[in-house]
């Protein structure tokens, strides 16, 4: 079956791709100095060969050499390998040659993606990678909308202005048009769907202005209106900058119990939002995680939703937003490719006959993966990095909304965005949080996205190595649970089953049952298994570590504590969990010389570091 | 006299220097493929020579180069020409090839400068650019902090965020330790210098958390302890944005009147401000502009400093930003090699004997110009854009503080950031706006200050170059203020005498008296000036073009309508004026031959152009 060797995508480990990148890259520079020399010919060269054999000339040639040179001195000395398996902690591996090829390509011609005119080729490719976005979420293209952000910090925090907008548009209808919200109390307004508030806002189309100037965007923040911003407690850390920002303050924003997978306890949710209700509190949003950023955990959307249209039965309805800042193009894994959500039935045979899961025993995922993943089509937005698992150089994130009307809450213009019939409209920057954006990222993204579509067999088989990768991690973890290291035995234990392409563990001597002697351990080993100063080459391998306290995570931990050979009291007497952390993204370990390599290597390396740590 | 030449530091408009950034870049790229290969040598290559020459690899790779020809393709058919010296209108021109080298060499690496342990040898080099930053702006490197942001909206929406969390501090105070406020009114508490809210926060380090959970970050907006955010009328719209953002709204957003040199009405200012203060409504902040986005135009800020001086003494203050996005970096002429701001006397002198300004006759700055200038150190903080004047590829904003300790006001972390004796915290994105960001920008803005120092002899000769084209450019408009078309006689005018490198300027046919009609022929020209689809090579000249309407800009485009022999009356009836604007940024215009052929190419195009226009 011809199909793309992801083998082929990236420079690899050992720069075995190396000569490709030269070739591709060589060509695009070149076609781009032509390019200038052929803008009207009939202009002469500014500099001429005497000239540029003068001693000033020279001078600044040599110095621009030196400045390069030191660049790529500090970056070798001191730069994460990411690009080897050895590299297993933070979201990171190697990226795709065609989106650095794209990036590169585009940014000798420096597109500005804020206004039309100043990107005329790379707005186009945005507007396309939005509906990629869009289309990945399972949203209608033909009214949803998506564009690229800096980073997912500013994803979500367009997502909680969009939010927050909308929300306080019913209350300036009800001041300037009161019979069309006539019956309705301020807590039934507090309480229309995104729906019914759009529909809204296309009745006072007319007073656009007054109804903004009448919002919260002209009055500012008027409290009692917005409510509560609900967050599971493994949120990311931008939401409360987020909810800082935007103005609702940080006792507006509730963090929800996880349970011991690290997924929002969606019972918990409800009685949260039934407490509130009660007392005539409204919820501006609530956020699900589709790959939490220390656990890799993916939140019950579908019982999110669900709770949502129950909710809906008694009058409470709020904003539903995902952050999928990390799994969100893990969705491509259950898309075909017309992009259709395939049946849970035909998707794991698919899976293994299309080589996204390439070795038979590795069950992914589960049912309530499956179902998380679908339930994102029922919400209002979703934030996704194409520079976590879209494999994208830095910065790229992203935002997309069911609805694109959901614009003219946040754009500067008080026209209908959308309305002329045009699908790229002039102005980007004033509709978006950014202004001036690298046209460049736009063309690195669409690279990624034109060989790599967004469908099982693009993406899902990049990101199913990289989920492979993890539950082999998993596995050997598994079937070594406890190390003899000259005579002790350590036990090592991972946190979840993962839902995802994360793998968090952690050792304890057998017997030990002070975890505060378990902590320091893990503390020492990670201290020898990651970066700080000195030569990088040093390391055998490369990871990351988490904590968990009992102020951010509750009681979730005690699970984990307890299979460590810790008693419960001792989780209340210490209250914090020291874990190392992996992600898999290396796209390697679905071969199996090279995850027996690997693997290998790594355990060895672990066992010297126990040994190491153990004897002092 | 050994020196830059700046013609040396560009691609060029003919790609006259394009050997040079091949070698320096393949050099780069190889580097990277080795460093790759020196990880763990002892790790086999995971791709295979064999492997690379099956039919599905063959293919990959194929695709990979379709899809980078598509993607220069389409750049080629409709990317500006922003490296011809026939572009003048938005701020773009070439970039820096140092910059571009470094961002390239260290993409290849990706480092992520949201946290030092992803970013080991870029976040130094972004804390540099800081420095530099802090530097070029006269605060005192030893207090000040800056950074690098994705582009002036988010500064200017963090300096904001910062001026509102200050704001708030005091009230959170009278709170929790009144007696370290005892005797205070509210109207006192608010209107405390940014220097006494950091002493008072200062006195209260031991009860942080609790002081930022009664502050506008804990309990959101209480809108009458802000007040207002004061702007110029010629104010970027991301001032607009910002204020909706942050919660205080549009309400709170107030423009002051520009003079006819596009400069805030400093006398109107101050009324405003008294005005304000006898209804004890406090003043969030002002922001003055230092090269204004459809001008050019330089605020009053000396006289704005001073201001703020003279009501302090009546107990009114205010926190000043100053929105440098497109001026900051020509404040590197100002500077000598040791980094003091010249005296004016001398200024003049070195900016001849220099080089920054190589024509005999053209007199700038002006004295109010140079005044403003030398007044941003007393500012609180600056937006600056390195891909504005910095010729830095997109995307890099910037901003700087006056006092590093105004970052506690917006960390995520109640520690205090820079308490523990270290410039490079763990977690950059803990205390700015964004979080995951490129490291390779901020390799390239400091290949950039590395090559061109942040001074006379530095970018001052760059910005210097495209300050005298603007003025020669200026002075041929002045010298052609009539042209003969076919008979008909167009009078041309510019706005003003440019404060910086901007010249706006309008045409109109002698005699007619009829505002409309004269915009519609500005419109016209503009329309056969600008690009919008189509092969971009068939444009003679590429420039853009304003609109100022009585809305935005109150009666100051007055002046100017008389000058084209237009009655007050009619603009009056009309209240909008059509402009062409050009940002002349080509370094290229401070050599005679060169700018006398391209403006012997433009006059002829405008004559042609006209002509067209006219015979309609």
Redesign the interface.
Known sequence: M????I???F????????D???K??????N??????????PE?????SLY??N????R???D???Q??????A?????????????YLG?M?AD?L??A?????????????N?AY??S???S??ELEVGKDFAALMGYDTGKAWGHIC?????AN?EAI?YARNLTSIPFAVKELRPKLVEGKSDWQLANLTVDEILDLSAKVKDICDEV??RS??????V?KQLGKWIVPQTK???W??AG?????????VISVQVDDQYRMDVDVLEKTIMDLAEKEIPILGVVAVVGTTEEGAVDHVDRIVALRKKMEQRGVSFYLHIDAAYGGYARSIFLDEKGDFLPYSDLKRQLHEKGVINQDDIEWPPEEVYSAFKAIEESDSVTI?P?KMGYI???A?GITIRDRRMVDAIS?FAAYVFEKGTESPALL??YI?????????A?GV??AH??LPLNITGYGRLIGASIEGAKRFYSHIQMNRVLDIDGTKVRMETLTRPDFNMVDFAFNVEGNKDLDKMNELNLNLYNLS????GP??KK?FIT?HTEFTYDDYGDAPVNMVKRLGIERAEWDRVHSLRLMRACVLTP?FM?DK?VE?YWETYLDSMKRKLAEVLSK
């Open positions: 011809k199909e793309i060797d083998k082929g995508l420079l690899g480990p050992k720069s075995e791709n190396g490709l990148f030269k591709i890259l060589t060509d695009a520079i076609e781009h100095l032509y390019w200038r020399k052929d803008f009207h202009d002469e060269p500014i500099v000239e540029k003068q001693e000033n000339f001078l600044t040639e110095r621009i050499i400045v390069v040179d030191q660049i790529c500090k970056l070798k000395v001191t730069s994460m390998p990411w690009h080897s398996p050895r933070h990171n990226i040659m065609p650095m090829l794209g990036y590169i390509a585009a940014m000798l011609y420096n597109p500005n804020v005119e100043a005329t080729a790379t186009p490719m800096t980073d997912g910090s500013v925090l202005w903004r100037d919260v965007r002209g009055t500012g923040i409290q990311h850390y931008s409360v900058k800082e920002i935007i103005g609702i303050g940080l006792d507006n990095d520079h150089p830095y910065a994130g500067f920057g004033s949080l950014e202004g001036s954006k690298a046209g460049a990222t063309a669409w690279a034109q060989v990651s970066y700080v100063s990088v080459f055998d990351s390697y071969v090279v390599h």
